[in-house]
């Protein structure tokens, strides 16, 4: 089965300050890993992802975030907070369907909170 | 354009009740879902239809009742509600392609029970 730790499950950070929220996961299959946001009150939408090739994957809202095998880490970073990045971010995990029926395992989330 | 749609955002009601909570997805995927988002907001994963069969059905009570009338639609039916119904509930949907797959979620419903 999968399994995915957020390490970290709050970041206070400065606007304009980096940031990195941490993702580990653990799988005996390979594995797709996921970002996704969420905004208060509202519903889940796909930040980014990794299914092959290029192990740094970016979205158009300036964060990224790399996948590391040998390390099973997927850690997401960004440059440079907006205030508006305040929200809380999920990593997710899923394997080939034949061994997972396409489950999501999702991290307990890190709230993001940026500061003026 | 909303792709995956829930009604209702906002759902309370009383112990005991029987509610429904309706799923529609225009994105032409074969396969949708139900997750439920605790007060810790941890997520995890209900039921799951491909081309209106269950094939994920998790450590759910029988009270809920998942029913796929189409591929398009996936709706959750709670009978006899308690207070520990009480959550933000998710559908997704998405498209198997080959072996991988991106789900795409809906907005939520928030139930309350009271």
């Known amino acids: 089965a999968q399994s995915v730790t957020q390490l970290d499950s709050q970041v206070p950070v400065f606007e304009e300050a980096p940031v990195e929220l941490r993702c580990n996961y653990s799988?005996?299959?390979?594995?797709?890993l996921f970002w996704y946001v969420q905004y208060p009150n509202q519903g889940l939408q796909l930040l980014l992802k990794y299914l092959s090739g290029s192990t740094l994957v970016e979205s158009i809202n300036g964060f990224e975030a790399e996948f590391n095998k040998s390390q099973t880490s997927f850690h997401l970073r960004k440059p440079s907070v907006h205030i508006s990045d305040t929200a809380e971010y999920f990593c997710?995990?899923?394997?080939?369907?034949?061994?997972?029926?396409?489950?999501?395992?999702f991290g307990r989330g890190t709230q993001l909170t940026v500061w003026p | 354009d909303t792709a995956v749609s829930q009604t209702p955002k906002y759902l309370v009601t009383q112990m005991g009740n029987d509610k429904s909570i309706k799923c529609e997805q225009n994105?032409?995927?074969?396969?949708m879902y139900w997750y439920k988002q605790d007060s810790k907001k941890f997520l995890k994963i209900m039921f799951s239809y491909n081309n209106k069969e269950l094939i994920i059905n998790e450590t759910v009570p029988n009270r809920f009742s998942p029913k796929s009338p189409d591929k398009a639609h996936l709706n959750l039916h709670i009978n006899s509600l308690e207070l520990g119904d009480s959550a933000v509930y998710f559908c997704?949907?998405?498209?198997?392609?080959?072996?991988?797959?991106?789900?795409?979620f809906g907005p939520g419903t928030r139930l309350l029970v009271l």
């Open positions: 997710a995990v899923s394997a080939d369907r034949g061994s997972t029926l396409g489950r999501l395992y």
């Open positions: 994105l032409g995927h074969d396969t």
């Open positions: 799988s005996s299959v390979s594995v797709y």
């Open positions: 997704a949907s998405s498209q198997f392609t080959g072996s991988q797959e991106t789900q795409y």
